[in-house]
């Protein structure tokens, strides 16, 4: 009787003791399961917020190695850049540009939609930069694109240039106006 | 000869000056100089590459390049940065529109509402165009997503017609869709959001919207039974877009429920051509046997049924292989790169690739905002990745050839005498030749020789400065090529580790879209099974009725 009693003394001690435990056990539970379910959020958030972090480093190398490159590769004296740019925005659109330098192709570019776009809305493309020689020299390029009247073109132009100490740029203009859209290329050198 | 020696000189000069290069920066200088650099910021930052938008607007003094440098800004991750520039843009004289939008976006992605919603207010009235457009939206969604549709509707109506609007209106007559009883006010809405969508002058854009709002408005009529009005919408979805397998389902559900099993089965043969994957396919299977059924031909009926039995099957089947093989080459490879990689030719990609199962399970894959996040977290490190390892390679060897050229740096200095010399030389033989020269164009060619052995000359008298300084020079260069390389090695070791983590994440998500996709097929076998049975236990009845064992 004694044992029982103790025994029901001991139950009554437990009791709430138990009911804590439960109720601890139970916290610790919703509490894993909530990080559980919110961990592949936090995780990500954290993935991201690292890529933002390694995206800044990024661009601050492609600055460094940028100057660096265009320093030693393309030296002032000799380099020569070429840009594209288009006057008439709805004339063309631009399939592809080849260019060639002193009747060697140096580069080539086929469009996708965006870069298109982008041109139309005042972008402008470096095609190139390389180096040249003092003296003369042809530029010539070779476009194809669709007219707006539905015609496909394509149409080789030629610039003569001369290449002077210091950085020499030429921005060629397109321009295709109505009624025809018969592509006209404009040059205008810089320094 | 003479014409041969110019070439000689001028390639050797320009060959002196290429090795003895010294730093010279491109800066803005005036207006033409600001606008080409604005020009190509603007390029840079829509052919997806930030980094080199940053490089040309960093002395930029335009309000124009101020915002190219903030867009690069948010897309290389630097929101704080990016902010102090928009807010000062907020405060100039052009681009305060856009600056709030763009500010908003930043407050947006922080999770900020108070501040995304008083920025949305600003752009909507200083912003023009496009810009404005998107501010009035997103100020009518955040409107909606309260519960106040009156307003969101006030802010559409004082939109101009075009995509904005009309996404506007889709989405309103989706919250009238699920609140009414009655069909004709979410009707109305897609009515003014197909006539938006009408003026928006992307038209690709347009007509994906505009099948997706027919789709949705013949869906609302065939649920509310209005079956000729449902057909009327659905036949005009164009058949080479991408919600083209839903609206033929749709298409013939509304002509099977106005009696014509015949073209409703039409419609849904023409569904089961598409990939499984998407909306509506595997129930154009299960209605062509029920067509099949109710048009009395039961024993077509069957096969039909038995049909789209076995084409679940060997659905389940690739949908194994496809969960296989996201565990084996990762998710990234298995839905990214071998979609893209599909033997569809280029001029034949748009009618082939909806067909294309793996295109299909990556296409619907990809309206998943967070797979979207999750594939472009690959892709960017991967890129990241690809783009240093190339310039890891040519910086190893740029710096094995100033090693080099550092061994070999005691070039003798009579170098320059030499030109020199030559220089004189030839110049003199201009002069005695400019004598004799009696056509315009001989005096011209000559004079264009003369000005171009000047150049030279000049270039020489450089040269003797920078090759004192060469040695000095080529170990600064050296020293700076280490530092870039350690850099550059440092990235690609983080790139690695945050893409394993990122396609970590994009295989667990692939995967459990792959099971889901998985549990749809086999709720459709369970369909179909339950069809076939009816139909054997019908005609076992009928068998017995007439007596037959």
């Known amino acids: 009787m004694r044992m029982i009693a103790g025994a029901q003394v001991i139950a009554q001690v437990t009791e ?42 990024v661009a601050d190398l492609s600055q460094t190695l940028y100057e660096l490159e265009e320093e030693v590769l393309y030296p002032a004296d000799t380099q020569v850049a070429v840009f594209l740019t288009l006057k008439d925005r709805e004339g063309l659109e631009l399939d592809t540009v080849e260019l060639y330098l002193d009747d060697t192709p140096v580069a080539s570019h086929l469009y996708t939609e965006r870069e298109r776009s982008s041109l139309k809305r005042g972008g402008v493309q470096r095609l190139y930069i390389g180096n040249l020689p003092h003296g003369t020299h042809q530029l010539k390029a070779v476009l194809t ?20 100490p210091g950085e020499s740029r030429i921005q060629m203009t397109l321009d295709a106006r109505a009624p025809d859209f018969e592509p006209v290329v404009s040059f205008q050198e810089w320094k | 000869m003479m014409a041969l020696r110019l070439r000689l000189v001028a390639c050797i000069g320009s060959m002196v000056l290429a090795l003895a290069g010294m730093p010279v920066h491109a800066n803005a200088e005036g207006d033409a100089g600001s606008q080409l650099l604005g020009g190509l910021a603007k390029f840079a930052l829509d052919s997806g590459d930030p980094a ?24 290389t991750g630097s929101g704080n940065v990016a ?71 006030q802010v559409l109506a004082s939109m101009e017609p075009g995509y904005w609007s009309a996404l506007g209106y889709m989405n309103i007559a989706a919250d009238y869709g699920k609140r009414d009883l009655n069909p004709s006010r979410a009707l109305v809405a897609l009515r003014v959001a197909l006539a938006m969508s009408e003026k928006d002058s992307d038209s690709r854009r347009s007509d994906e919207l505009k099948s997706r709002l027919l789709i949705r408005a013949g869906h609302l009529a065939h649920k509310h039974e209005d079956h000729d009005k449902a057909i009327s919408f659905l036949e005009k979805v164009p058949l080479e877009s991408y919600s083209t397998p839903q609206g033929l389902y749709l298409h013939g559900l509304a002509l099977s429920a106005s009696g014509n099993h015949r073209a409703a089965m039409q419609s849904w043969h023409r569904a089961k051509k598409y990939p499984l994957a998407y909306p509506g396919v595997a129930n154009a299977w299960l209605g062509t046997g029920r067509g099949y059924d109710l048009s009395g031909y039961l024993g077509q009926a069957g096969e039909a049924y038995l049909a789209a039995n076995a084409s679940f099957e060997s659905e389940r089947v690739t949908l194994r292989k496809l ?43 990809m309206e998943q ?72 164009a001989r005096q011209e060619a000559l004079r264009g020789a003369a000005l171009t052995l000047a150049d030279l000359k000049m270039s020489l008298g450089k040269l003797e400065r920078r090759l004192a300084a060469r040695g000095q020079y080529l170990n600064e260069l050296l020293t700076r090529t280490s530092e870039a390389l350690e850099r550059v090695r440092g990235i690609r070791s983080r790139a690695l580790r945050l893409r394993n983590d990122a396609e970590k994440t994009l295989d667990e998500i692939a995967l459990a879209y792959v099971e889901e996709q998985d549990h749809r097929m086999a709720f459709a076998l369970d369909r179909t099974e339950q069809q076939i049975a009816h139909l054997y236990e019908y005609l076992a009845l009928q068998n017995i009725e007439r007596g037959e064992p």
């Open chain 2, 83 to 153: 902010r102090e520039l928009l807010e000062q843009l907020l405060t100039g004289q052009y681009y305060r529109g856009q600056a709030a939008l763009l500010l908003a976006e930043l407050a947006d992605s922080r999770g900020e509402p108070e501040n995304v919603r008083k920025y949305l207010e600003t752009a909507a009235k200083l912003a023009n165009g496009d810009a404005r457009q998107q501010a009035l939206y997103r100020l009518a969604e955040i409107h909606r997503e309260a519960g106040e549709t009156d307003r969101a509707g």
């Open chain 1, 16 to 57: 709430p003791v138990r009911r804590r435990f439960g109720v601890t056990v139970a916290a610790a539970v919703a509490l894993f399961v909530t990080q559980a379910l919110s961990a592949p959020a936090g995780f990500a958030d954290t993935l991201d917020t690292e890529i933002d972090r390694l995206k800044a480093d």
């Open chain 1, 145 to 164: 694109a669709r007219s707006a009247n539905e015609r496909f073109v394509r149409r080789a132009v030629t610039h003569d240039f001369r290449k002077r």
């Open chain 2, 369 to 440: 905002p967070d797979a979207q996040n999750a594939v472009k977290r690959v892709a960017e490190l991967e890129q990241i990745d690809q783009q240093f390892a190339q310039r890891e390679d040519s910086l190893e060897v740029f710096r094995r050839a100033i090693r080099e050229r550092l061994e070999s740096a005691k070039t003798s200095a009579a170098a320059g005498n030499h030109f020199n010399e030559e220089i004189e030389a030839l110049s003199g033989r201009i002069n005695t030749l400019n004598e004799r020269a009696t056509s315009v």
């Open chain 2, 323 to 365: 969960a296989d093989q996201i565990r084996s080459k990762g998710a990234y490879q298995a839905l990214v790169r071998d979609a893209r990689d599909s033997n569809a030719e280029w001029f034949l990609a748009d009618s082939r690739t909806l067909t294309q199962p793996r295109t299909a399970y990556l296409l619907r894959f």
């Open chain 2, 52 to 75: 080199a938008a940053l490089r040309y607007t960093r002395n930029l003094p335009t309000e124009a390049g101020q915002l190219a440098r903030a867009r690069a800004m948010m897309a």
